[in-house]
């Protein structure tokens, strides 16, 4: 499948065969994600929306997925053995799954941005030299020789359309793999999103970095309520966010929107505000490296707090010994489960991607995950808005496969760091 760079490829297995050469267009390289977004009329207001939503999805997104890693692995009770199937994203969570040996993991995106990046941290776990190296690559800022390790130890291991993409220039003639010298968080549509919140806060005399001067729990809450909460009861944040498009950079689509807004009283500052506020007061700021990258824009120094757990030092054997049973495909993941036997995934993991789809989409992707599923596979997905979207839009008979676990849903929401979703949904495969 085309990834929508001059040098375009076929995939076969884990493997790329070029095919030939297509233009570089941006509307090309969005044409998979628009078929997944798109849900209206190119010309109506809604369509046009949509079509704007597709155009900036169609480059880097997500620098850093926005799941917590470590929610996914306990609620699918992840071990040796199982066969996962994921959506990629920004690839951080793969790399944590792998630190509980499942047999394999396949990671599926339409987003061609996200293939090249999770190629190329493979790539990086195998070939940078120690342990450090890989920290200071995706872990520190104001690194600038890290291309210089990219080119040495990462590069000519790369597949070509993957390599392409990071070796490409920028009309200043600066490659795009020169992110990784800087800062690459604060990179793609999320690193833009957080900035102008940033400096939305700032217009207001607010410093959303003053939170990490907090020593505990009750410090944190404070300087939300006192600081950060009366910024969204501005009257030009509010306008500002009724806006469908203000949440593009959360890869947030005119769809889930809709559903997101359903959470507070009718404004997305509201809904906004809440969800930060899960952020910076529910958690330790020392446990969650969601809140470094949303207040500090960075990660925590080795020691100074929690990292992703592929940055972590105790992890590194094991990931790197297991990096081996991780495929990425360019796919859609519909179409790639009707590729599986019956019976061959063990655990789904579908992300946010479920609040894009239109019930058609829905009952096609549960009528895959289903047939592919093993006896007791589980799912787990997350939801703009607080409940399940899955009864009344997916058949009884697909739905009655499944055993939904709402307890355990509900804990498992509470326990997310990351603090941007309504909820967390787990479904367990019943017994025939």
Same mark, same amino acid.
């Given at each position: 499948m085309p990834l929508g760079y001059p040098l375009a490829a076929k995939?076969? &297995?884990n493997h790329l065969a070029m095919t030939d050469v297509s233009s570089d267009l941006v509307f090309r390289r969005g044409k998979k994600v628009g078929k997944a977004v798109y849900q209206n009329r190119a010309l109506s207001k809604a369509g046009m929306s949509e079509r704007l939503f597709a155009f900036l999805f169609s480059g880097l997104v997500y620098p850093q997925i926005w799941e917590d890693p470590d929610v996914d692995m306990d609620a699918m009770q992840l071990g040796k053995g199982h066969r996962v199937v994921t959506i990629?994203? &920004? &690839?951080?969570? !793969?790399?944590?799954?792998?630190?509980r040996a499942p047999?394999?993991?396949?990671a599926v995106d339409l987003n061609a941005a996200h293939i090249a990046l999770n190629r190329m941290k493979l790539e990086a776990v195998r070939r940078l030299p120690s342990q450090g190296d890989l920290f200071r690559f995706f872990g520190a800022a104001g690194t600038s020789h890290n291309s210089q390790a990219y080119d040495r130890f990462i590069a000519p291991h790369l597949d070509p359309v993957s390599r392409h993409y990071w070796e490409r220039r920028d009309w200043r003639g600066v490659r795009r793999i020169g992110v990784f010298d800087r800062n690459f968080y604060r990179t793609g549509l999320l690193g833009l999103f957080i900035a102008m919140g940033h400096r939305t806060a700032k217009f207001f005399g607010v410093d959303p970095a003053g939170i990490m001067q907090a020593r505990n729990i009750g410090e944190q809450r404070r300087f939300f309520h006192e600081e950060l909460a009366?910024?969204?009861?501005?009257?030009?944040?509010?306008?500002?966010?009724?806006?469908?498009?203000?949440?593009?950079g959360l890869g947030i689509p005119p769809a889930q929107y809709d559903s997101l807004i359903t959470s507070g009283d009718g404004t997305m500052a509201s809904v906004l505000k809440a969800r930060l506020e899960k952020l910076a007061c529910d958690f330790p700021l020392r446990d969650n490296y969601f809140a470094w990258q949303a207040f500090a824009r960075r990660y925590p120094e080795p020691g100074e707090a929690a990292l992703p757990a592929y940055l972590e030092k105790s992890n590194y054997d094991t990931i790197r010994g297991n990096i081996d049973r991780v495929a990425i495909h360019h796919a859609n993941? !519909?179409?790639?489960?009707? &590729?599986?036997?019956?019976?061959s995934v063990d655990r789904f993991v579908l992300l946010d991607a479920q609040d894009w789809m239109t019930d058609e989409q829905l009952n096609g992707l549960w009528s895959e995950i289903s047939r592919s599923a093993s006896a007791g596979a589980r799912v787990i997905f997350r939801t703009a808005a607080e409940p399940t979207l899955l009864p009344g839009r997916v058949s009884t008979s697909l739905l009655d496969q499944w055993a939904y676990q709402d307890e355990a849903s509900r804990d498992f929401s509470a326990r997310d760091r990351s603090a941007i979703y309504g909820g967390f949904h787990l479904y367990v495969k019943r017994a025939p």
């Open positions: 995939q076969v &297995g990629a994203s &920004g &690839g951080c969570n !793969i790399l944590a799954y792998l630190t047999a394999r993991i396949e009366p910024v969204f009861d501005r009257p030009l944040l509010k306008w500002a966010t009724s806006r469908k498009a203000s949440l593009f993941l !519909i179409e790639f489960l009707a &590729g599986k036997d019956a019976g």
